[in-house]
């Protein structure tokens, strides 16, 4: 059977009002899209199908009786496995996780989109809690990119990006510590938001930088991403460091317009470096060629410290995971998948003066950043050196010691959103970031979305089987 | 009597002084890690922060005293 599946949340929504699609169908065609799909792309952990067809038929009983909760009323969605639900266990991809994490209840996050109306379909693979790289000896689906299942989805929030990039959920959740959303929201060719740290809770998710964890929305587009963020985001009892800063409706805040938008584009070390693809460098500059041309002012802008508060970044959460992992380091090493543990026992090594002074730095550029905010409204810059990597390129130093576009946004805390902006060596997707001030979530998903109504790339989908088809 | 350690020993024991136990093919990994990051964490200590006094690498500039030798008399 071929089924009409509309790309975005917002299409999805516009189509059940429209009483063009129900829940039902709709879950019932994503579900047997993850059939048909997922044994080769490993996006799934646990899909549940009984509870997630059994949500879908109670959202359309609820809309035919005139209760509706909002866009998000109906829409199958994905939630990254070190994020708590109540009806399926949460592994953080790891042997070492106990069976019982979570005690069978939702995260603020998953709540919060289940009270929007959403109906959750699985859990999908990540990094082992959110760190390193995959060990296959673990047992746990292998995750692939679906333009090429030769080279990596990027992670941690791995098969969130695969979910909504094959058009096996319309959205998903992922958490950001250094760029876990945005790596594979790039890799895969969709939209991925790392909320400013505090604006969305992040209790009920295994932690693995306290101080610079986020829980964020992966999505086709920024339009979709803004529908997602207005439910998730809010000060919640159990997350003491989730704030009050008010939620705005973001969706109606995207007007399509760039018109007088100031945008910074740091050329040094975000543009010349090196290692960086001219070609992926070259789509990210036709970008910001196509944003002026439609009115916003571009400025050359100077990012101070990009290099030490990327390092900054990474230290802070290595010590922050080896605090929350020690104990279990010290008596489960070979339970752990060879990449997490090796990583996180750097942290070893690191004195308390690095971490103090690691945190000096981040105090200093998120001084640094504000005051850069003050002058404009936005920084354009790229999602990644490259392409995604093939698995057998893949080099564990040149990931760590290279140049890395993320983890600075991470330090300092603010909004950044990755979204496609166009295609580079192979076929793959190349992608921009916009990173806008602290609680600057608006201006962020305004100029993505001002893009994204100017370009398709967003829209496009890796080649898959002919039976499943969507339409515009 | 004091035993001197090696550079190269220094990573293993802060491993073992931590209590893991760690094949040792994997502390020489940790351990090629922890080398190439300390130079990165070293110029974290050149950056002057903006939380009050001098930045850290002032202490040890060349010709100035050097609180680890204790304060210069005045």
């Given at each position: 059977?071929?089924?009409?599946?509309?790309?975005?949340?917002?299409?999805?929504?516009?189509?059940?009002?429209?009483?063009?699609?129900?829940?039902?169908?709709?879950?019932?065609?994503?579900?047997?899209?993850?059939?048909?799909?997922?044994?080769?792309?490993?996006?799934?952990?646990?899909?549940?199908?009984?509870?997630?067809?059994?949500?879908?038929?109670?959202?359309?009983?609820?809309?035919?009786?005139?209760?509706?909760?909002?866009?998000?009323?109906?829409?199958?969605?994905?939630?990254?496995?070190?994020?708590?639900?109540?009806?399926?266990?949460?592994?953080?991809?790891?042997?070492?996780?106990?069976?019982?994490?979570?005690?069978?209840?939702?995260?603020?996050?998953?709540?919060?989109?289940?009270?929007?109306?959403?109906?959750?379909?699985?859990?999908?693979?990540?990094n082992e809690f959110a760190s390193g790289l995959g060990d296959p000896s673990k047992g746990f689906p292998e995750p692939r990119n679906p333009w090429d299942s030769e080279r990596t989805p990027a992670g941690s929030s791995s098969g969130s990006g695969i979910a909504v990039a094959a058009g096996m959920a319309l959205g998903a959740l992922g958490t950001d510590t250094g760029g876990s959303v945005r790596a594979p929201a790039a890799a895969v060719g969709i939209s991925g938001l790392k909320p400013s740290h505090g604006r969305v809770?992040?209790?009920?998710?295994?932690?693995?930088?306290?101080?610079?964890?986020?829980?964020?929305?992966?999505?086709?587009?920024?339009?979709?991403?803004?529908?997602?963020?207005?439910?998730?985001?809010?000060?919640?009892?159990?997350?003491?460091?989730?704030?009050?800063?008010?939620?705005?409706?973001?969706?109606?805040?995207?007007?399509?317009?760039?018109?007088?938008?100031?945008?910074?584009?740091?050329?040094?070390?975000?543009?010349?470096?090196?290692?960086?693809?001219?070609?992926?460098?070259?789509?990210?500059?036709?970008?910001?060629?196509?944003?002026?041309?439609?009115?916003?002012?571009?400025?050359?802008?100077?990012?101070?410290?990009?290099?030490?508060?990327?390092?900054?970044?990474?230290?802070?959460?290595?010590?922050?995971?080896?605090?929350?992992?020690?104990?279990?380091?010290?008596?489960?090493?070979?339970?752990?998948?060879?990449?997490?543990?090796?990583?996180?026992?750097?942290?070893?090594?690191?004195?308390?003066?690095?971490?103090?002074?690691?945190?000096?730095?981040?105090?200093?550029?998120?001084?640094?950043?504000?005051?850069?905010?003050?002058?404009?409204?936005?920084?354009?810059?790229?999602?990644?050196?490259?392409?995604?990597?093939?698995?057998?390129?893949?080099?564990?130093?040149?990931?760590?010691?290279?140049?890395?576009?993320?983890?600075?946004?991470?330090?300092?805390?603010?909004?950044?959103?990755?979204?496609?902006?166009?295609?580079?060596?192979?076929?793959?997707?190349?992608?921009?970031?916009?990173?806008?001030?602290?609680?600057?979530?608006?201006?962020?998903?305004?100029?993505?979305?001002?893009?994204?109504?100017?370009?398709?790339?967003?829209?496009?989908?890796?080649?898959?089987?002919?039976?499943?088809?969507?339409?515009? | 009597?004091?035993?001197?350690?090696?550079?190269?020993?220094?990573?293993?024991?802060?491993?073992?002084?931590?209590?893991?136990?760690?094949?040792?093919?994997?502390?020489?990994?940790?351990?090629?890690?922890?080398?190439?990051?300390?130079?990165?964490?070293?110029?974290?200590?050149?950056?002057?922060?903006?939380?009050?006094?001098?930045?850290?690498?002032?202490?040890?500039?060349?010709?100035?005293?050097?609180?680890s030798n204790g304060p210069a008399d005045d």
């Open positions: 059977m071929t089924e009409q599946i509309p790309q975005t949340i917002a299409a999805a929504a516009s189509a059940i009002r429209a009483g063009d699609l129900t829940s039902a169908g709709l879950t019932s065609a994503l579900l047997d899209r993850i059939g048909q799909l997922d044994p080769d792309l490993g996006a799934f952990v646990t899909v549940s199908r009984e509870r997630a067809t059994e949500a879908a038929a109670r959202a359309d009983a609820e809309l035919s009786a005139g209760r509706d909760r909002g866009l998000l009323h109906g829409i199958p969605l994905a939630v990254k496995d070190i994020i708590s639900t109540r009806e399926m266990p949460t592994f953080g991809n790891s042997r070492v996780t106990d069976q019982g994490w979570g005690n069978g209840t939702d995260a603020p996050a998953v709540r919060r989109l289940r009270s929007a109306g959403a109906v959750v379909i699985g859990k999908t693979t990540t809770p992040k209790s009920g998710v295994i932690p693995l930088g306290y101080s610079q964890d986020t829980v964020g929305p992966m999505a086709r587009s920024a339009m979709d991403c803004a529908l997602l963020l207005e439910v998730l985001a809010g000060a919640d009892a159990s997350d003491p460091s989730a704030s009050d800063v008010r939620v705005p409706r973001y969706a109606q805040l995207l007007t399509g317009s760039v018109e007088g938008t100031r945008v910074g584009v740091p050329a040094r070390y975000f543009f010349d470096s090196p290692e960086l693809d001219p070609q992926y460098r070259d789509a990210v500059i036709a970008a910001i060629d196509l944003l002026g041309d439609h009115g916003a002012v571009v400025v050359d802008t100077e990012v101070p410290l990009a290099r030490e508060s990327r390092d900054a970044s990474t230290l802070l959460w290595i010590c922050d995971g080896y605090a929350y992992h020690r104990r279990n380091l010290l008596t489960r090493w070979s339970d752990y998948g060879r990449p997490t543990r090796t990583l996180l026992a750097q942290a070893a090594f690191y004195s308390a003066a690095d971490y103090v002074q690691a945190q000096r730095v981040q105090n200093r550029f998120r001084s640094e950043l504000a005051r850069i905010f003050a002058d404009i409204d936005v920084l354009i810059v790229p999602s990644a050196l490259g392409v995604a990597e093939r698995f057998s390129d893949m080099k564990v130093e040149r990931r760590r010691l290279g140049p890395n576009f993320l983890a600075q946004w991470s330090l300092a805390g603010n909004p950044v959103i990755a979204i496609p902006c166009g295609f580079g060596e192979g076929g793959l997707p190349c992608s921009l970031q916009v990173v806008g001030p602290a609680f600057g979530e608006a201006a962020v998903l305004r100029v993505a979305d001002a893009y994204q109504r100017l370009t398709s790339f967003h829209l496009r989908r890796p080649p898959r089987p002919s039976a499943a088809t969507d339409k515009s | 009597m004091t035993t001197e350690m090696t550079a190269a020993q220094l990573p293993a024991a802060l491993l073992t002084a931590a209590g893991i136990e760690a094949p040792a093919e994997e502390i020489a990994e940790i351990s090629r890690f922890y080398e190439a990051l300390r130079d990165q964490v070293e110029q974290l200590y050149l950056v002057e922060t903006a939380d009050g006094g001098p930045p850290p690498s002032h202490l040890h500039r060349a010709g100035e005293p050097s609180l």
